[in-house]
Every structure is written in structure tokens, then in C-alpha cells.
């Protein structure tokens, strides 16, 4: 099984479970209160891990209470925290979930005041240990010579960015990744409101990588190194339980496929698969059932 390094962030999230989301200035119950480990980073490792892969993280995190269970969740999961950076001040990036249960929507308040992982401690990695290198598209400056010292240490280990919110220069990372997955908030937030045109507008600037692109419910869309259109539909479970990290889960079921050898397009129905029996169940626990090969 491959050696995963992953670099992004850990979240606090609490989640409160309501039967319809509010209307503004409502004042509602929830019908329950979970507290669990988020973030898409650690997220997608942790999926990783359950299909058999040996996982670490770059992150940080604070040396505060709330950062406890974080913690203790990442190494009940056996993902590596070497190279995790603890300082001690700050507070753990929180997000406050309100998940309607009527259709698993999840709506996402967060707060973070917390240093990103920087250059300087992705230099201190040892990157020869690693079959596959995922970054999160955040913090892009910074993540930008990070995925430049890899292509200088490391230029055979694929590459790939999450790029799943817009944010000042994003687009510089996408031609030093070689694999970029997509979101559709990205998308849309450019003006794209058909998969195949937005993914055919990226093709154009970057070189030809696989491109990914989850699309909720309808699936999700790829382009192979070819250039070539492909799209799986969703697979729905029997009852919509929870979409929390859905796009996380997505991205692992990609990774695992190509670390498999899998095409693009079988990988597409495999991460669907993955992602829409994760949305069957609460949480990210128990999804190494869910992946069955395709035919
Ligand atoms: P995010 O969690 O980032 O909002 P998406 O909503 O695009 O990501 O979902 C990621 C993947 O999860 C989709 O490509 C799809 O395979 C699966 N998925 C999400 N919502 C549903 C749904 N309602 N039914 C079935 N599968 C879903």
C-alpha cells in the first residue's frame, strides 16, 4: 500500500443536527449535538487510511483543549503527526455545521485564527518517504513553493491539489499539480454552471493533467490526460443521511484509484461510489466496505 503525505488543515467540527434548515432569525432545537474531527485534509487521510494506505499529516495545531480531540481522532487513525506543528497560542479552526436531516445538507460557518503550515516546516519533511503527495489549495503562496520543492526533490511523486474555494492567485498552483480536483462551489463561483465548460476553460490553461470535479448529486465530471469528457452519476444511498465531507471522501476514493492504477474514468465511478455511501452513514467511519470494484 502506498505512503500518503497529506498538507492541510484539521477542524474542530460541531455539528447540530436540525429536522429543516432555519429561516434567518429563527430560534430552533437541534435534534442533536455532535463534536468530530474535520478539516477536507485530514478528512481525505483519513478515508486513505481505512483503504489501506499509510497516511501523514502537515498541519498545526494548537496546543489548546479544543485541539484534544482532534488530535486523539487523527491518531486513533493511525495518521502520522511527525510532521505537525504545535504552537501555543491560537485556537483550533472550528466549524459550526447545521446538517438538515430532510436532505443532508450541511451548512458551514467557520472560524479560524490559527497560523497556516508554511514552506519552512514543509522543508523539514523528508519527501523520499512518500508515494503521493496531496496539498490543499489554501494558504497559495505558500503552497506554491511547497509544490515547487517537491518538483525539485521529488519531480516522480504525483501531486495533487484540492481546489475547492476561490481565493487570490489559486490558479498559480494548477500548473504544478498533477492531478487537480475540483469543487463545484469553485466552479459556480466563477460563473460556470456546467461541468464540461468549466473543465474545458481550465484545460486550456493548464498542461494536460487529470482533472476532477465533484458536482454533488449529478456525480461528478473528469477530463483525462487526453482531454476527454467523462462523467459518473451519483451513487445514492438507500437513505441520505450525511453529506459532511462527501467531497473529502470523493478525493480519497480518486487518489486510491490512481494509486490503484485505475483510469480516469473507472476512478470517477469509484470515488462516486466511495462519496455516496459516505452520505448513507454519519461521519467517515466504517468506509472500507463501501469501495467495491466496478466491473
Ligand atoms: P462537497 O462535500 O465538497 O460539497 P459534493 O457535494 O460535490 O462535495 O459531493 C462530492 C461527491 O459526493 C459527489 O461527487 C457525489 O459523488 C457524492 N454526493 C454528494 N451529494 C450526494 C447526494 N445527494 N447523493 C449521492 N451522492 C452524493
Known sequence: MARVLGIGIATLDIINTVDGYPAEDAEVRALNQQLRRGGNCANTLVV??????????????????????????????CIDLGATRIIDHGKIPTSYITLNRRNGSRTIVHYRDLPEFGYADFARIDLRGYDWLHFEGRNVAETRRMLGLAEETVPGTPRSVEIEKPRPDIERLFPLAHILLFSRHFALAHGYEEPRRFLEAVAAETPAVPRFLAWGEAGAYGLDHDGRLCHSPAYPPPQMVDTIGAGDVFNAGIIDALLRGVAPQKALHQACRLAGGKCGREGLGGIAPLTRELP
Not at 486513505?48 to 502537515?58: E, N, S, Y
Open 48 to 77: 486513505l487510511q481505512q483503504l489501506g494506505h499509510h497516511c501523514a499529516w502537515g498541519g498545526v495545531l494548537a496546543a489548546e483543549a479544543d485541539a484534544r480531540p482532534v488530535r486523539q481522532d487523527l491518531e486513533r487513525h
